[in-house]
């Protein structure tokens, strides 16, 4: 298929394989973050790390909504859930995320109406075509999912589903990697960007890290070649004395982004003072929720939600692997009592979980032999 | 476990439209295994039968 065939070329990755390794100067380590989940995902897919040298690391960052959505978020939803007409929709892979008091798969399982969809477009189908009752749809993500909820609100409101809410845990990107870069347990090099991300918010808003953080920005696509093209394009900004933001990606990500889509996201959305974010904790300004414009349609103030936060569980080490401060495979309970089947923590629930990508790949064995 | 990863914000699925229904700013549109949903094209109209655009969670983001 165009634009997927010529970017899993092997020979072509073996070439920029050899273009790193050239790039890199010995006895310096370079850490670089992929910021994206969806990085993450392909790094293991297909073995971009076997092809990178020694002294290139690759730091999994926080960028898979669901892995940062806080127990206390999945609960409030189940609460909405097992409200009596309601029927609570949601993307797959939330359905298995665990509460304080389980998941809601396990809601579901217990009696509460709850479907999954691919788009809130096909919940507020279902809304129209259950008019008798309430139907919440679960929204989670950056800016990529935000201005598809965004448009489904606004056509709700046009089309006059009365029945129809959303419970919103939109998040930005912005602010969670401002606050990386204020951690001082994590010393980065230079940050893989994140791709579909970009397509909305554009290449400016991360123009902030070389510029106050010195450190160099590559937005990337999402085939083995586009990020080992990124990983050299970092390189070659850390050899040249160079420090901006480029843009790898430029056959999808125009550099002003897509500005329907955030005047769209303008309209509905505002900002939360604070959000929460699993393992990062609040952050200030980080979390969207519906506009004054719709708030009747907010689900949080048509049902009353507990709204309580709840602590992860001790054993649980997504935090220190959100932050990229430790790999999957050093937490406690990887690969034991955390697995994609039963998972402790968010990091193994989603394919773009560090801990499930790592897990699902085989990466579990090998790197415990490398330690 | 699939590819893609609805749930996720940067997980894009290429697809070619179908038939555009311009009133309700919808378009059928076809991913590469075949399977077909309707996509809101609000964020890149105008677009035409036959057009790529890369969609997330039911919204074509851009036009390839």
């Not at chain 1, 993450?40 to 020694?54: E, N, Q």
Request: with cysteine; hydrophobic share 40%; proline share 6%.
């Amino acid at each position: 298929m165009k634009f997927v065939d010529e970017f899993r070329d092997a020979e072509l990755g073996r070439v920029l394989a050899g273009e790193i390794l050239a790039a890199v100067e010995p006895g310096r380590h370079y850490k670089l973050m992929e910021v994206c989940g969806g990085h993450t995902h392909s790094i293991y897919k297909y073995g971009v790390d076997d092809l990178l040298p020694a002294n290139v690391e690759l730091v999994h960052g926080p960028g898979c909504p669901v892995c940062v959505i806080p127990m206390g978020r999945v609960d409030d939803g189940i609460a909405i859930a097992r409200e009596p007409g309601v029927i609570f929709t949601c993307f797959g892979d939330m359905m298995r995320v665990p509460g304080s008091e389980g998941t809601l798969l396990e809601a579901k399982a217990a009696g509460a109406d709850i479907r999954m969809v691919y788009s809130p477009l096909d919940a507020l189908r279902i809304a129209k075509e259950n008019p008798e009752r309430e139907v919440v749809f679960f929204a989670i993500g950056f800016e990529t999912t935000a201005p598809s909820t965004a448009l489904t609100l606004k056509r709700a409101r046009a089309e006059g589903v009365p029945n129809f809410s959303c419970m919103c845990n939109h998040v930005t990107i912005v602010p969670p990697l401002r606050a990386l870069l204020e951690s001082p347990d994590l010393r980065l090099d230079g940050f893989i960007g994140p791709g579909h991300v970009s397509t909305v918010v554009g290449a400016r808003p991360f123009q902030f890290i070389p510029a106050d953080y010195g450190r160099p920005v590559v937005i990337a696509g999402f085939e083995p070649l586009d990020v080992l093209h990124a990983i050299r394009m970092i390189l070659a900004q850390l050899a040249e004395g160079r420090c901006e933001v480029e843009n790898q990606y430029k056959r999808v990500v125009p550099w002003e982004g897509n500005l329907r889509a955030l005047e769209v996201m303008a309209e509905v959305f505002e900002l939360r003072p604070h959000f929460e974010w699993r393992g990062l904790g609040f952050i200030s300004q980080s979390g969207l929720k519906l506009s004054e414009a719709y708030a009747d349609l907010d689900a949080e103030q048509r049902f009353s939600v507990p709204g309580v936060r709840v602590a992860d569980p001790k054993a649980c080490q997504c935090g220190e692997v959100l932050k990229g401060v430790i790999k999957p495979w050093e937490c406690k309970v990887f690969g034991t009592a955390c697995t994609p089947e039963r998972p402790i923590g968010t990091c193994m629930v989603s394919s773009e979980g560090a801990c499930a990508a790592y897990y699902n790949y085989g990466r579990f064995a090998r790197d415990r032999q490398v330690v | 476990m699939s590819d893609h990863c609805v749930t996720c914000s940067d997980e894009g699925v290429p697809m070619r439209v179908v038939a555009v229904d311009s009133r309700q700013s919808t378009a059928l549109c076809a991913a590469e295994d075949g399977s077909e949903s309707t996509v809101q094209i609000e964020l890149v109209e105008p677009v035409a039968e036959g057009d790529a655009v890369l969609v997330h969670a039911g919204t074509a983001l851009v036009r390839l």
